[in-house]
């Protein structure tokens, strides 16, 4: 078929689930066009192979497959980690993270296939979908944006029954009830047992993290050293970036660390029940946290605080293509220009445990905080600062204290 006469064109966003495969001769039906579909490796693991050709064999015109590990590492990762972005104090936004990866990687798709549309297997009930077509909206606002599982309101059994009905291989059926979503910075648990927020999650959901009870007993203790606030090597041996998280995320994950249980409020309007699985990354926040206080001004500090905030509600929410976050971006890096140095850690029964940390760059002096005799702060001084700062609480007090009380009741009729 020349190109002057091919079909048009849609790429998907596919996972290999049952949504996304099911959208295959759907979207192909519905819209007499081509399916093309990608998947983007962000160290989710799995056949992606099986994935590709799952793809095909349900009637996908070409399967791309795009090696994103290291590229979401240093890409997605390492700026809002270097901001300290943590969603409600809580969340490393692995997900969340991924999705702007995705976005692009559709967009570049449509644009060099020529698709007049992409589409994605996301529900109108998460968060997903906004950060997704929010993206293709940024990167390729031509682009048509089609949501299958928002229109076609089949069920599970009834998504097998229309490709079955097709004689197309269906996939066999979910054994699991819970719903989960895994790359190299975090895997996210939800649905089944866990939408009670009072119950326990059972350790089933688990697969990156030891319980406590089999974690080793004794501690493990290890430095890790950071440049500008990226981590770059651990025990004094450099790794790149995709490996030293994949390198943290089993050594801590055989200690415990990284569970988190997150009731968080969706952009939807909605709150949702959240197991998190990130050793690598709960690991790490603490560490660079704990050398940006050795090497950061108190202002530094608080201020970060509050950028890092607005990172994690701009990722969450979708809004990674914006000015806003290039803005923070550019902030992030300035102020992270000092936090170098070595952190050590103590991993324990699924604590991970600040133990130390050093700096060329410590603002820390011994001389002025010690109280042996190597002593050099100016005692001295202190009288006439304290003069000073307690000059303002010293006038008013004197001021309105001495003025009268108003009359409990006054003005009552």
């Given at each position: 078929?020349?190109?002057?006469?091919?079909?048009?064109?849609?790429?998907?966003?596919?996972?290999?689930?049952?949504?996304?495969?099911?959208?295959i001769?759907?979207?192909?039906?519905?819209?007499?066009?081509?399916?093309?579909?990608?998947?983007?490796?962000?160290?989710?693991?799995?056949?992606?192979?099986?994935?590709?050709?799952?793809?095909?064999?349900?009637?996908?015109?070409?399967?791309?497959?795009?090696?994103?590990?290291?590229m979401?590492?240093?890409?997605?990762?390492?700026?809002?980690?270097?901001?300290?972005?943590?969603?409600?104090?809580?969340?490393?936004l692995?997900?969340a993270?991924?999705?702007?990866?995705i976005?692009?990687?559709?967009?570049?798709?449509?644009?060099?296939?020529?698709?007049?549309?992409?589409?994605?297997?996301?529900?109108?009930?998460?968060?997903?979908?906004?950060?997704i077509?929010?993206g293709?909206?940024?990167?390729?606002?031509?682009?048509?944006?089609?949501a299958?599982?928002?229109?076609?309101?089949?069920?599970?059994d009834?998504?097998?029954e229309?490709?079955?009905?097709?004689?197309?291989?269906?996939?066999?059926?979910?054994?699991?009830?819970?719903?989960?979503?895994?790359?190299?910075?975090?895997?996210?648990?939800?649905?089944?047992?866990?939408?009670?927020?009072?119950?326990?999650?059972?350790?089933?959901?688990?697969?990156?993290?030891?319980?406590?009870?089999?974690?080793?007993?004794?501690?493990?203790?290890?430095?890790?050293?950071f440049?500008?606030?990226?981590?770059?090597?651990?025990?004094?041996?450099?790794?790149?970036?995709?490996?030293?998280?994949?390198?943290?995320?089993?050594?801590?994950?055989?200690?415990?660390?990284?569970?988190?249980d997150?009731?968080?409020?969706?952009?939807?309007?909605?709150?949702?029940?959240?197991?998190?699985?990130?050793?690598?990354?709960?690991?790490?926040?603490?560490?660079?946290?704990?050398?940006?206080?050795?090497?950061?001004?108190?202002?530094?500090?608080?201020?970060?605080?509050?950028?890092?905030q607005?990172?994690?509600?701009?990722?969450?929410?979708g809004?990674?293509?914006?000015?806003?976050?290039?803005?923070?971006?550019?902030?992030?890096?300035?102020?992270?220009?000092?936090?170098?140095g070595?952190?050590?850690?103590?991993?324990?029964?699924?604590?991970?445990?600040?133990?130390g940390?050093?700096?060329?760059?410590?603002l820390?002096?011994?001389?002025?905080?010690?109280?042996?005799?190597?002593?050099?702060?100016?005692?001295?001084?202190?009288?006439?600062?304290?003069?000073?700062?307690?000059?303002?609480?010293?006038?008013?007090?004197?001021?309105?204290?001495?003025?009268?009380?108003?009359?409990?009741?006054?003005?009552?009729?």
């Amino acid at each position: 078929m020349s190109s002057g006469s091919r079909k048009a064109r849609i790429v998907l966003a596919y996972s290999g689930g049952l949504d996304t495969t099911t959208a295959i001769p759907w979207l192909k039906e519905k819209f007499n066009a081509e399916v093309v579909t990608v998947t983007a490796d962000m160290g989710q693991g799995g056949d992606l192979e099986g994935v590709r050709k799952r793809a095909l064999a349900v009637g996908a015109a070409k399967a791309l497959v795009v090696d994103g590990r290291e590229m979401f590492v240093r890409e997605f990762v390492w700026p809002a980690f270097q901001a300290g972005a943590l969603y409600e104090g809580e969340y490393p936004l692995a997900t969340a993270l991924s999705r702007p990866l995705i976005a692009r990687s559709l967009a570049e798709a449509a644009i060099s296939e020529g698709a007049f549309a992409v589409a994605h297997g996301c529900t109108g009930k998460g968060n997903d979908q906004v950060r997704i077509e929010v993206g293709i909206m940024a990167l390729a606002p031509e682009v048509k944006v089609i949501a299958p599982a928002r229109e076609w309101g089949m069920s599970r059994d009834e998504e097998v029954e229309f490709l079955r009905a097709r004689n197309l291989p269906a996939l066999a059926k979910k054994t699991s009830q819970f719903s989960v979503d895994e790359n190299i910075w975090g895997r996210s648990i939800e649905a089944g047992p866990l939408e009670n927020p009072w119950s326990e999650p059972p350790e089933e959901v688990y697969a990156w993290t030891a319980s406590v009870a089999k974690a080793p007993a004794e501690p493990l203790y290890m430095e890790i050293d950071f440049e500008c606030g990226i981590p770059v090597s651990v025990n004094g041996e450099k790794r790149s970036p995709l490996a030293l998280v994949e390198h943290l995320n089993m050594v801590a994950g055989k200690h415990g660390v990284g569970r988190i249980d997150h009731l968080e409020n969706r952009l939807v309007g909605i709150k949702s029940r959240e197991i998190y699985e990130a050793p690598a990354a709960v690991l790490l926040h603490k560490a660079r946290r704990a050398l940006e206080t050795i090497t950061l001004a108190k202002e530094q500090v608080r201020f970060k605080d509050y950028v890092a905030q607005q990172y994690a509600d701009l990722v969450y929410n979708g809004l990674w293509f914006t000015p806003h976050r290039e803005d923070l971006d550019a902030y992030v890096q300035s102020v992270e220009r000092s936090v170098t140095g070595s952190v050590r850690m103590r991993l324990h029964k699924g604590n991970a445990t600040v133990v130390g940390r050093k700096s060329p760059n410590a603002l820390y002096s011994y001389e002025l905080a010690t109280y042996d005799k190597q002593d050099q702060f100016d005692h001295r001084a202190s009288e006439g600062f304290i003069k000073v700062f307690g000059l303002p609480s010293k006038t008013q007090n004197r001021v309105q204290r001495s003025q009268p009380a108003a009359k409990k009741g006054r003005g009552k009729r």
